[in-house]
């Protein structure tokens, strides 16, 4: 028998993962989601608590319930990997069809690619700052290269980087906050920095909307990390795995994030920390990215590699997995030597972009999967267009593309501003119209003309493991 922990270098794609190849454990999710968030893009997120308004009180207030809910999407989706033995964009065509979904794939390609241009550049920038004499072009390639060998050598080795990462920075950041609240102490803080007189409700839901944001972009490729898993790990442990490691993680690093721009609201992040901590600091908060960058350069091949499939069978190929993620390293590589002098403003607008593309899909996704479905698919038919699901789902469609269009007067960005901002204080409410309405519509719909392959009854576990 061929266990996944006994590979040396993955073998698989996009493929299906055979039973007799699945191994791990579930508790194997909270480390690595706990890890993929102990890093400096994470603490950036947390740092536009206080540059969009909002005091320290509120700053974490928001990042507390933006954490709880735009968790629970994402972490719903970790079940899916065990259940059904593919990647997330694969098991899309369960909802959308096989030629339904192709737009989905290559907007998680551009997802991917983006965000590890977003990281690397945090980490070039961190090196910079630690010595002029590291430029940023070199620093993003001092941190790229152990991302890509990373990725080449595959999933189990992935798993255990976050294993042992999440143990050596959970220490480390611990000890940097402790330096935070000391200095904090010892130096003060602003009288109206834990003020609870209520802020600006705009304020409050634009920075709510961000840390939830930044939750649900991981929803697009969760089951990625999760597919080699036993088929019978069961969506509760694979749920509140994902869920508190993301969560606990996000969370602490977002409020340290708001603490540290209080304190030193004059200078960047990564001069703020070493203020505090110290320039050994920087070191870390540019090793921290390797993990979650490795994850881009990861889930971009598997995005790109089911693009792909729509004209070839996928293969268990170690080929199919290093020329996707070359591809995918080179474009990201190069998006961030050019745009690295303005990161944080091209950040945040690039995090908002991202919602409005993938949160209507995680309305549709996981309410066909929990609510119309219950988990019954037969993952054999998501590689052909004569399948059960054929080529397009139009129910899915349709919520999809409702829930897309019904967004646009609620987005509030630097690009547009939507009608309906104004009439809600100012507030971006599209990620939560993004959620409500493609879940409603997708119900109804659904409910007069049952999607193709919605009558079977077989799936890879019984029913009864699923919601």
């Known amino acids: 028998m061929t266990n996944v922990h006994e590979q040396q270098l993955e073998a698989h794609s996009v493929d299906i993962i055979p039973e007799n190849e699945r191994g791990g454990r579930v508790w194997y999710l909270g480390t690595f989601w706990f890890a993929a968030n102990q890093q400096f893009l994470t603490v950036v997120t947390g740092v536009l608590g206080v540059v969009l308004g909002l005091n320290l009180f509120w700053a974490i207030v928001a990042i507390v319930v933006g954490n709880l809910v735009g968790t629970i999407f994402m972490a719903y989706h970790s079940a899916q990997g065990p259940i059904l033995g593919v990647t997330q964009m694969i098991q899309s065509r369960g909802q959308f069809g096989f030629y339904g979904g192709f737009f989905l794939f290559a907007a998680a390609f551009f997802l991917q690619f983006g965000f590890f241009a977003s990281s690397s550049t945090l980490a070039g920038q961190a090196l910079n700052t630690l010595s002029p004499h590291i430029s940023v072009p070199v620093g993003i390639v001092i941190i790229s290269i152990p991302c890509l060998v990373l990725a080449i050598l595959g999933y189990r080795w992935l798993h255990t980087w976050q294993r042992w990462a999440s143990l050596v920075l959970a220490a480390i950041f611990a000890i940097f906050t402790v330096q935070a609240i000391l200095r904090a102490a010892s130096n003060g803080l602003p009288a109206s920095t834990m003020s609870t007189t209520p802020p600006s409700w705009a304020a409050f839901l634009v920075v709510v909307s961000v840390a939830a944001t930044y939750a649900i972009t991981w929803a697009p490729f969760v089951s990625d990390y999760s597919r080699y898993l036993p088929a019978n790990s069961g969506v509760g442990p694979c749920f509140a795995w994902t869920y508190l490691g993301t969560v606990i993680s996000c969370i602490w690093l977002e409020a340290l994030g708001s603490f540290v721009t209080v304190m030193y609201p004059k200078l960047g992040t990564a001069d703020a920390f070493a203020a ?186 019984p029913a009864a493991n699923v919601a």
């Open 276 to 461: 505090i901590s110290g320039s050994w600091i920087l070191v870390i908060m540019a090793l921290s990215l390797i993990g979650a960058a490795t994850t881009n350069l990861y889930s971009g091949m598997l995005a790109l590699a089911t693009a792909a499939t729509t004209w070839w069978a996928p293969r268990r190929s170690t080929a199919v997995r290093i020329t996707g993620i070359a591809i995918t390293f080179v474009i990201g590589f190069a998006i961030a030597l050019a745009g690295y002098r303005s990161f944080l403003t091209n950040f945040t607008n690039f995090l908002l972009v991202l919602a409005f593309i993938f949160i209507p899909w995680t309305a549709v996704n996981l309410t066909d999967f929990y609510i119309v479905r219950h988990g019954q698919y037969e993952p054999g038919a998501f590689f052909t267009p004569r399948g059960i699901y054929g080529g397009w789902i139009w129910q899915a469609l349709v919520a999809y593309f409702i829930g897309v269009a019904l967004q646009v007067p609620f987005i509030d960005q630097a690009f547009y501003m939507g009608p309906f901002v104004k009439l809600v204080g100012g507030a971006d409410l599209s990620w939560i119209v993004g959620i409500v309405v493609p879940t409603l519509l997708y119900i109804a719909l659904t409910k007069v003309w049952p999607p193709a392959g919605a009558d079977m009854k077989t799936t890879s576990v």
